[in-house]
């Protein structure tokens, strides 16, 4: 930022648990520091005051009603820089499963038939990222997002040069930390293909790669399901992990 005045800086939530301005709060060893270079002037997750003067805004959540469509455009009006903070406002997320099903259905698995009379006052839409609607200067990925990543993104933002921005497969992060290959221990994983930057927390502990911080740019999906498939996981089950946190981006345009 080139203004000598502190930037000031939001955070909105859309669609979302709000996991990702939680890891924000996290950081509190490193907020002191944070706050003597900006001001934080809306983020309902610290603070009660709020205004519409800001310079960056970080966005968590997805987009699923129709009134979210008009206050995401307003924030993009305002802000100079838009940031996709996690995995719901970067490429949907979670939220995208629902685009399965008809929005109908939706209403009635939530609110019941009982509430069918009511359901054209339910406004719900199918999820989509945010870039769907606005266009987004940058993106940090994950469900949750990293701390460290947040904590470096902003460094460099605030000292005006291009945050760099994780693109290699979390294979990598997992190679860095030691761990034993999920294939090699009879298992399923879909780190060939995504984004790394997580240092592989899920594979460390136990579990696999679920996708959440979305495909690395161009990746191999193609080879990668056939790999799946080689290990024994049918075609719908292979279609079914990928569809965990990467429906809007595999499917139909919302």
């Given at each position: ?8 800086v ?87 499963l ?52 947040f904590?470096s ?14 693109n ?58 056939e ?28």
């Amino acid at each position: 930022m080139e203004s000598q005045e502190k930037p000031r800086v939001a955070f909105f939530s859309f669609t979302c648990c709000e996991g990702c301005q939680l890891m924000v709060l996290s950081c509190e060893k490193e907020l002191p520091e944070i706050l003597k270079h900006i001001k934080i002037v809306n983020f309902r997750e610290a603070m009660t005051e709020k205004s519409d003067d800001y310079d960056i805004a970080f966005v968590e959540g997805s987009i699923s009603r129709r009134d979210e469509i008009r206050k995401i455009k307003k924030i993009r009006k305002q802000a100079k820089v838009v940031v996709a903070l996690g995995a719901c406002s970067s490429t949907g997320g979670l939220n995208c499963l629902k685009n399965r099903y008809q929005m109908e259905e939706v209403k009635e698995a939530v609110y019941g038939k009982k509430a069918a009379a009511h359901y054209k006052l339910i406004d719900t839409i199918p999820a989509r990222p945010i870039d769907d609607v606005v266009e987004v200067d940058y993106y940090l990925h994950g469900c949750p997002i990293s701390k460290k990543e947040f904590l470096s993104f902003l460094t460099a933002l605030l000292m005006g040069k291009n945050p760099d921005i994780v693109n290699h497969p979390v294979c990598v992060d997992c190679k860095m930390a030691g761990n034993i290959c999920v294939f090699e221990k009879g298992g399923h994983c879909l780190g060939p293909v995504s984004r790394g930057g997580c240092d592989a927390i899920c594979v460390t502990y136990g579990t696999w790669c679920w996708g959440c911080r979305g495909p690395v740019d161009n990746p191999n999906i193609d080879s990668h399901r056939e790999t799946l498939e080689r290990y024994g996981l049918t075609a719908e089950a292979v279609i079914s992990r990928f569809a965990l946190y990467g429906q809007c981006r595999q499917g139909k345009k919302c």
